[in-house]
């Protein structure tokens, strides 16, 4: 427990501020501020950034596919021993650095989500695996042609292929739903989150999220005034 020096209340370990006067609590003399920092902000911030560099950079990626097929060395151009285009070359590296994104986007997703939205931090899989359909959509687009030029009957190679992704994406698709039904019941209870914390004498730091006893007057965690 950490003792106030202005008013000799009790607060826990880790707290930054008397819960009862909001003094600071850093050590005496320090020259490092406390910073008053929001982490549900920070983390939506981070994942508002995570999302838009993905997006931002899978159209990039596929602008420069397009720039570069404008150009005439990319057309006719085949390579004999494999019968494969520049254009498919060029179209798979596209796939495969918009993949990586995504791959890099699902990993950010499962760091800031929970944080970023507490409530529904159960959704985290269920968004996740829509991005794993996105990326075996991607890669079966980036390897077909592939496929089609090297083996002699692709169309039955293909349609096992096909059969075998579809029971992916529905298993995928259905655990996604699932998880969200699951989810339901405690998302709509915390639109009453606030009642049922002044029924069990807490209160909800409006600034961090953090839980305080009802009769503190001041967030422990972040120092902002509760009443």
Not at 2 to 27: D, M
Not at 55 to 60: A, E, K, Q, V
Not at 176 to 192: E, F, G, H, M, T
Request: net charge neutral; glycine share 4%.
């Amino acid at each position: 427990m950490i003792t106030c020096s202005k008013c000799q209340t009790q607060n826990e370990e880790g707290s930054q501020f008397c819960i009862n006067c909001g003094q600071s609590l850093s050590p005496v003399g320090s020259s490092v501020p406390v910073k008053r920092v929001n982490p549900t902000n920070t983390a939506v911030r981070q994942l508002a950034v995570a999302t838009g560099q993905v997006l931002i950079g899978s159209l990039l990626v596929w602008l420069l596919r397009a720039i570069l097929l404008s150009f005439s060395f990319a057309h006719g151009v085949i390579f004999t021993n494999f019968n494969i285009t520049v254009e498919s070359v060029i179209t798979l590296l596209a796939y495969v650095a918009i993949i990586a994104m995504l791959l890099s986007y699902a990993g950010s997703l499962r760091t800031y989500w929970p944080r970023a939205f507490p409530h529904a931090a159960s959704a985290t899989a269920a968004l996740t695996a829509i991005i794993y359909v996105m990326v075996l959509a991607l890669a079966y687009s980036a390897v077909r042609p592939f496929l089609m030029s090297l083996l002699t009957d692709s169309n039955e190679v293909f349609r096992w292929v096909n059969i075998f992704l579809s029971i992916v994406v529905i298993a995928l698709l259905a655990w996604a739903v699932k998880v969200i039904y699951d989810a339901l019941p405690q998302w709509l209870d915390s639109i009453r989150l606030d009642e049922t914390a002044v029924s069990r004498g807490a209160t909800a730091c409006l600034n961090c999220g953090h839980i305080s006893p009802d009769d503190m007057n001041y967030c422990g965690n972040c120092g902002h005034q509760l009443k």
